[in-house]
């Protein structure tokens, strides 16, 4: 295979959230780990590599900051990226994407790959597993003047013709479509299950190599002003009641809890 | 009666054929000494030698396990056979010997006999004993090897060409025993000679004292019996005899002398990964010289795969079949090719719960456990047939610091609890504590286990004990290095340390079994180690005795079992602490295996995250177990145990709690 | 303020839109003209005069996604809209977002809440970290947005007696749709289930499920399991696997029966409220849960189904 660009988000662990204060998220500080679908996404570039040839350069936007912080912080998820069978990866800071707008990240994503090289497949996952835009890669590939392919949950490609074989796991239909190369495609989580690194294979990545690009790097167009912008992040509480039904028969705690959960409005009957 | 001090004739009837013993003894000695050799070469590679430190102590272990027995008895009926083999086969070498001496020592430079009148007695009713016992244990192992009444005992023909070997070589030696007697009419050896008085006569009432009619059977027989008995030595490195060398002496010599339970450490492993290399053991060549001979000392006794509770459950580990495959490959001089997954399957690796019952039982010293890790290294290093669940459990510990991906957030609300309701102490540098109490991951985490962690504080704060728990906490690397993850385990056993040297403390107090091996045992093969670690058993049995807990019987209306966890009572003999424990506050139904010859949860070695799914679960066996004793509720000492028999036992209308919280229970 | 288009691959967007639009009108933004695209497979127009939209462009069911994007494209250089609304779904998002590059606009998707609005900004609200956080973001004029479905509801519709009907202008592309394949409806899909009944170890039998999938039917849910059930037993099939690495559920109740509260599971489950059935008072599920009941399955869940019946 021709070479393939992965596009693999740095995302805010939903799994670990901290928050600053009461109720706001502390972006600063909380974990960070590759967005789930994204690990998909490279899975499928790395697997496709591995049958045909080419290279897999990954791409990651930082959208979280300080960039310094989260630069030296997430070091060892830059590893895990290689270390999942990217050959390369560039991760690009730039003040303008803080705060993951997909507006300015697809941009940065489009321009650093158009620095790097000539890609013949672009790929990422179907959305990211913290903001969860769902927009990245129609974005990417309308700025690349590319055909897009979102939500594909199997892929093949034919060597013979140059072209890919997709299927879409859309809501009510599965759609078969066929795409000459080069174009940019989002994957499902159900395309393949994604490898997992160990701590070994990791450092063995040390060898492979992390470029930073910045926004001098990549001549981005100076914006005005924020069209878009994050105005806050908050936890949505949940506090389980805890309460244990009690009465003298069964019958009676069958009654209450029909009552309670007619109360809370979830019961449809 | 001067026939009184006339001692052993040689050579009867063959004297012009005595030369033919000595021909074949010296022809004899290449196939063996070319045998052994073939072992050596097998064995040891380049750069490789045998260990000869601690001469005595190893000497000592070969006197008692090799020479020994010692651990061939814990199997009754095999030990019985054994023994009785043993013991005859050994008096009647130890007669050939002496006879042996006599004629070309003694005899031939001294000219002087020294068994004669009460000592050749003596040497003709222990040999005659000797000979009846290899009789009576060729029939005891015939009748095991027909009836198959050992379980998974592989029976080739082989092993019956053994036994009528032995058998041949016994009868005819009693025969030419006999014509012995009967030729030089010994009448004063009749009650010594047992069974070759009995054929004297026997030869008599059909020759008389024509003796010459008899020479032809004798010439015959004799030949069969110095063939056998000495080509059955010579080509003893190519039989099942060889177990009496390899395994015997070898194995035992040359046993491992570290703690059983403190697997081998990688110690080069930092040049491995520079150079690209697998970890562990892909191929035979990847293997010490101690588990090579390891393979060669196995000599298809089946204890361990009797023993061994993935095999009970029907899972596919036979740890005789792994060493026997892996001595079959090297044998083939297949040294550098993968081993996994074409030669031994994947989930034969993965079927290990670690649990130490074949480590236990093996009478060779092989040590089933330590190749099995090698083989999990191997295939973790290369990230191929591996279960994706065992790599998220050390990606989770990597990315999080604990197994199951739990937020480090919820520890930190649990010790924040323990702090408020209990008044237990967050450790602060700086300040000098008896105990640190290391929670682990399970009870910092698992809300059950949570409760264990719970009422062991609560006891301890009642009974004035200064212990502080850790404000952080991450895995202590027991899962990953059973996993075969040995890179994040020295990771973050490092880690860990640097950790817990902030503190100032005299000994670390873990509830976790697992935890208490670690520490105790692992963390040395890497590090150095200034803290003791004592197991909470340990220590409620101390407080107890020391009358800083009080109990009261009475509160305690229900009956227990015990189930030993395999890495406290079988791989560190904690077995009667805990009892103690229990028996202080009510009965205690014991189950069939207990303490060292305990069975298993089926949670440890990583299977309290992956369950290969062919067979019975082991921890199901198990509560059946402990539910046949009766008792109302199964007493642990171990997180995992706890989990795993915990998910089994409401089936049994039985309760899981652990020794802390029973103790909680009963404390006054 | 004055046009909004509304895009739309079903019907139902056109609702939903209509539906923010008079939010956005209670927060004083008042639109003059309404344009809708869809494909010419789902064009009702009857319906979609009642929705009060002026102009109706059709394009071709078999179109790619950047096809339709780059002829919503034109629509945009021509009319100028100043939202381009959709409700959210796989396909709308993708062609949105295709649309909102070539036009370098921002574009927020699956907003649930209208905070503000002002004449060139919008202040919306959307669920992120998996369900877990919501997000609150301002937007300037003009902007791409689409919505949580039924998540708006129109409460009076202007409805049009002339619709312009048109069709959108397409270029070529290199993608080929080969084939479309109807999404079977029996295949299990928990994840989307808002009543979600769960079942553990308590089980004794793979009869005994029956119970489960009983209460299940009654409520309008599905039934999902545990990982025993699933992985060791095989009882049921691993679609219904609930747990961190299989199926994870947001429904609104969720109903734990026989399950000890492995967090493994539980976190798999993002409930409004949760219900647990366990006879073991320790099990750690009931401090996952809202309601629990003490008690054996099998003598409480014939008394709930009954109860239910009756109802």
């Known amino acids: 295979m021709p070479n393939i660009a992965a596009f693999v988000k740095i995302s805010l662990d939903p799994n670990m959230i901290r928050t600053a204060g009461d109720d706001k998220i502390d972006t600063v500080n909380m974990q960070m780990s590759i967005s789930e679908y994204d690990k998909n996404a490279l899975e499928e570039a790395v697997k496709l590599k591995e049958k045909y040839g080419g290279k897999v350069i990954a791409f990651t936007a930082l959208t979280w900051g300080p960039i310094d912080k989260k630069l030296k912080d997430t070091e060892v998820i830059q590893r895990e990226i290689l270390a999942r069978g990217a050959d390369e990866l560039y991760v690009i800071t730039s003040n303008l994407i803080l705060n993951s707008s997909p507006l300015y990240t697809s941009i940065l994503l489009a321009q650093a790959v158009k620095k790097v090289g000539n890609f013949d497949l672009y790929i990422t996952g179907e959305s990211s597993m913290d903001i969860g835009s769902s927009q990245i890669s129609s974005r990417v590939a309308s700025i690349l003047g590319l055909p897009v392919i979102t939500y594909v949950r199997e892929l093949e490609y034919d060597p013979q013709n140059n072209l890919i074989r997709a299927t879409r796991d859309l809501e009510d239909s599965y759609v078969k479509v066929e795409a000459e190369l080069p174009v940019v495609i989002s994957v499902t989580g159900e395309i393949n299950q994604a490898r997992i690194p160990t701590l070994l294979q990791i450092r063995r990545a040390f060898s492979k190599p992390v470029k930073i690009l910045t926004d001098k790097d990549l001549n981005i167009p100076e914006q005005q002003l924020l069209l878009h912008k994050r105005e806050d992040l908050k936890v949505i509480k949940i506090n389980r009641k805890n309460i244990i039904l009690e009465g003298k028969s069964l019958d009676e705690i069958a009654d209450k809890l029909i009552s309670k959960l007619r109360e809370e409005g979830v019961l449809k009957v | 009666m001067t026939d009184f001090f006339e001692g052993i004739k040689y050579f009867v009837f063959v004297q012009n054929l005595s030369f033919l013993v000595y021909l074949f003894t010296i022809i004899g000695a290449i196939p063996f000494c070319y045998g052994v050799y073939r072992s050596h070469k097998l064995w040891i590679q380049k750069g490789e030698f045998y260990s000869f430190d601690h001469f005595w102590l190893r000497l000592k272990r070969m006197i008692i396990y090799g020479i020994g027995n010692r651990k061939v008895l814990h199997q009754a009926q095999g030990g019985l056979m054994h023994t009785i083999l043993y013991i005859g086969i050994m008096g009647l070498f130890l007669a050939t010997i002496l006879s042996g001496i006599q004629l070309e020592i003694t005899m031939r430079f001294f000219h002087q006999e020294f068994l004669v009148g009460p000592v050749y007695l003596g040497f003709k009713l222990m040999a005659n004993i000797a000979g009846i016992l290899v009789i009576i244990g060729i029939l005891i192992a015939l009748y095991r090897r027909i009836t198959r009444s050992y379980p998974y005992l592989p029976t080739t023909l082989e092993d019956y060409l053994i036994l009528i070997d032995l058998l041949v070589i016994v009868i005819t030696g009693f025969i030419l025993d006999g014509a012995n007697t009967w030729y030089y009419r010994l009448p004063w050896i009749d009650h010594y000679d047992l069974i070759g008085y009995e054929i004297a006569l026997w030869l008599k009432s059909i020759y008389g004292y024509n003796y010459s009619a008899f020479q032809g059977v004798y010439t015959v027989i004799w030949l069969i019996h110095i063939n056998l008995a000495i080509w059955s030595v010579a080509f003893i490195p190519y039989t099942k005899f060889y177990h009496m060398i390899v395994g015997g002496l070898f194995n035992t010599f040359f046993s491992r002398l570290e703690e059983p339970s403190a697997f081998k450490p990688i110690k080069d492993m930092d040049k491995k990964i520079e150079e690209g290399k697998a970890l562990g053991a892909v191929t035979i060549s990847d293997f010490s010289w101690k588990q090579r001979m390891d393979f060669d000392a196995c000599v298809k006794c089946a204890r361990c795969t009797n023993a061994c509770p993935a095999n009970a459950s029907g899972k596919p580990l036979s740890p005789m079949n792994l060493i026997q495959t892996l001595k079959v490959q090297m044998h083939r001089g297949n040294f550098n090719g993968k081993l996994i997954p074409d030669v031994v399957f994947p989930q034969v690796i993965w079927s290990c719960t670690t649990c130490g019952a074949c480590v236990e039982e093996c009478p060779m010293l092989i040590h089933h456990v330590e190749t099995i890790l090698d083989l999990r290294r191997g295939v973790y290093s290369l990230g191929e047939n591996t279960p994706s669940e065992l790599q998220q459990v050390t990606y989770n510990i990597m990315r999080v610091g604990n197994p199951y991906g739990y937020d480090p957030m919820e520890r930190k609300k649990f010790i924040d609890k323990l702090s408020t309701e209990l008044g237990v102490e967050i450790a602060q540098e700086g300040k000098e504590y008896d105990y640190i109490y290391w929670l682990g991951c399970n009870a910092s985490y698992d809300p059950n286990l949570q409760k264990v962690a719970y009422s062991l504080l609560r006891i301890l704060k009642k009974a004035g004990v200064n212990v502080a728990i850790l404000p952080d906490e991450i895995c202590c690397g027991e899962p990953a290095r059973r996993i075969g993850d040995e890179y994040l385990f020295r990771d973050i056993a490092g880690k860990t340390l640097e950790n817990l040297r902030k503190y100032n403390f005299k000994k670390l107090l873990v509830s976790c079994p697992h935890g208490y091996n670690n520490f105790k045992k692992e963390y040395p093969l890497y590090f150095d180690i200034k803290f003791d670690v004592i197991h909470h058993s340990q220590l409620l049995n101390q407080l107890i005795s020391e009358g800083k807990i009080n109990v009261n019987r009475e509160k305690i209306k229900y009956s227990v079992t015990y189930h030993d966890p395999c890495y406290l009572a079988r791989w560190n003999s904690v077995t009667e602490e805990p009892r103690n424990v229990i028996t202080k506050v009510t009965e205690l139904k014991e189950m069939n295996r207990i303490k060292n010859h305990t069975f298993c949860c089926g949670g440890g070695g990583g299977g309290a995250f992956y369950d290969i799914k062919i067979g019975e679960r082991i921890s199901k066996l198990r509560i059946k177990e402990a539910a046949s004793t009766g008792a109302n509720k199964v007493v642990v000492a171990c997180p995992f145990c706890n989990i795993m028999l915990r998910a089994e036992a409401p089936e049994y209308n039985l309760e899981v709690i652990d020794l802390a919280q029973l103790l909680d229970e009963a404390s006054e | ?311």
């Open chain 3, 1 to 311: 303020m004055s046009t909004v288009l509304i895009f739309s691959n079903n019907p139902q967007s056109f609702t939903d839109a209509i539906g923010f639009l008079e939010v956005l009108k209670q927060k004083g933004l008042n639109v003059d003209k309404i344009i809708g695209v869809t494909s010419n497979n789902s064009a009702n127009t009857e319906d979609i005069k009642k929705l009060g939209i002026l102009e109706l462009y059709l394009y071709d069911s078999k179109s790619t996604d950047d096809q339709i994007a780059k002829g919503l494209f034109q629509l945009v250089k021509k009319f100028s809209p100043n939202i381009i609304l959709s409700s959210s779904s796989k396909t709308n998002n993708s062609i949105l977002a295709y649309l909102s590059g070539l036009l370098s606009l921002p574009m927020l998707t699956e907003i649930s809440d209208l905070l503000n609005a002002t004449s060139d900004t919008l202040t919306l609200s959307r669920s992120v970290l998996a369900g877990r956080a919501y997000s609150i973001e301002s937007v300037k004029l003009p902007a791409i947005i689409t919505i949580t479905p039924k998540k708006f509801t129109p409460s009076n519709l202007a409805a049009t007696n002339d619709i312009k009907l048109d069709n959108l202008p397409l270029q070529d592309t290199t993608v080929k749709i080969v084939e479309v394949t109807p999404k079977k409806r029996e295949g299990v899909k928990i994840e989307d289930a808002e009543i979600v009944v769960g079942v553990g170890r308590g089980f004794k039998s793979k009869e005994d499920l029956k119970l489960a999938f009983e209460l299940a039917s009654l409520l309008g849910g599905e039934v999902g399991c545990s990982r025993p059930i699933a992985a060791d037993l095989r009882w049921l099939p691993e679609d219904r696997w609930i747990g961190i690495s299989m199926k994870k559920i947001r429904p609104k109740l969720y109903i734990a029966i026989g399950i000890s509260g492995a967090p493994q599971h539980m976190s798999a489950v993002d409930a409004k409220i949760i219900v647990a059935v366990n006879k073991d008072k320790n099990a750690s599920i009931f401090s996952y849960s809202d309601y629990g009941i003490v008690a054996d399955l099998y003598q409480f869940l014939p008394i709930l189904i009954n109860k239910l019946k009756k109802k």
